[in-house]
């Protein structure tokens, strides 16, 4: 009975492993080249795909700046309201929210030059779920007979608790990695019992 109990938990955790999402990326701003003015923004952030709790890391000289802005800030080039500005060099914003978000440099003439940034459709963290909902019955139960017809409907599984259904649907926030263990284990536990 104790190996049945290993064996039920590493299944269960290998299954939360394999539907749990990935952690945050951290991005360096340009490159090896940087926030820099000779750094081509558009091209650096072609096939980026952006989420809340990825963090872009900005590095560059004294020369440099990087100021946070509106939309329109960003479509103008102007400085005087950025919403954050930083000067330190190697500046890390974590994104924390879904939208969009625009940078620029505060030195004179470097954002009408190109040095500037918008970070357009970062995507909110999600709740991953498996592809097709698992399975499982509580108890071994008898095929029950159908006809066969030539039209099919599919009906979609309701939410039940364990036991009670032959279908349960499994669904976690971002990071809750019991939200997901503990519905599996109660689903596959009962069967090594």
């Known amino acids: 009975m104790g190996s ?30 940087g926030w ?8 650096w ?17 004294s020369l440099h700046s990087v100021m946070v802005v509106s939309k329109s ?8 309201n950025a919403l954050q500005s930083f000067t ?14 625009y940078f620029v440099c505060g030195t004179a003439g470097h954002c009408v030059g190109g040095m500037k940034m918008g970070v357009n459709n970062i995507q909110a963290a999600t709740a991953t779920s498996p592809t097709s909902p698992p399975t499982a019955s509580a108890s071994p139960s008898k095929p029950t007979p159908t006809t066969p017809s030539t039209t099919t409907t599919p009906t979609p599984a ?6 009670k259904s032959a279908a349960t649907s499994i669904s976690y926030s971002h990071g809750n990695f019991f939200g997901i263990l503990i519905p599996v284990v109660g689903l596959l536990l009962p069967s090594f019992i």
């Open 4 to 33: 049945a109990i290993v064996i039920v938990v590493s299944v269960a955790v290998a299954i939360a492993m394999a539907v749990m999402p990935c952690e945050a990326t951290q991005y360096t701003v340009g490159g090896t080249a």
């Open 36 to 43: 820099d003015a000779s750094t081509d923004f558009n091209s």
């Open 45 to 61: 952030l072609m096939n980026k795909t952006f989420a809340v709790g990825d963090t872009l890391v900005f590095q560059y000289s």
């Open 73 to 80: 800030d960003y479509d103008s080039c102007q400085t005087g």
């Open 88 to 101: 330190d060099g190697n500046t890390q914003i974590k994104l924390s929210k879904p939208g969009s978000m």
């Open 158 to 163: 309701k939410q039940s608790p364990v036991g």
